[in-house]
């Protein structure tokens, strides 16, 4: 039996935090005319410093 893989995760000041995507809202459109999808790269201060825009 393989390992399980968990979702991709930081630690921040002692809690690991996980990465789960999640989509809430039904797709504006089927995928094969979405395109392609955009990645988002957040930083450590955005991650920890809630007055981050």
């Known amino acids: 039996m393989a390992p ?3 979702a991709p ?3 921040l000041t ?3 935090v996980y990465f789960i995507h999640v989509r ?3 797709p ?3 995928a094969s ?3 392609k ?3 988002v790269t ?3 201060d955005e991650l920890t410093n809630p007055d981050t825009t």
């Open 4 to 6: 399980r893989r968990l």
């Open 9 to 11: 995760y930081t630690e």
């Open 14 to 16: 002692g809690v690991r």
């Open 24 to 26: 809430v809202l039904p």
């Open 28 to 30: 504006a459109t089927t």
């Open 33 to 35: 005319k979405a395109g």
């Open 37 to 39: 999808a955009t990645r």
């Open 42 to 44: 957040l930083t450590h």
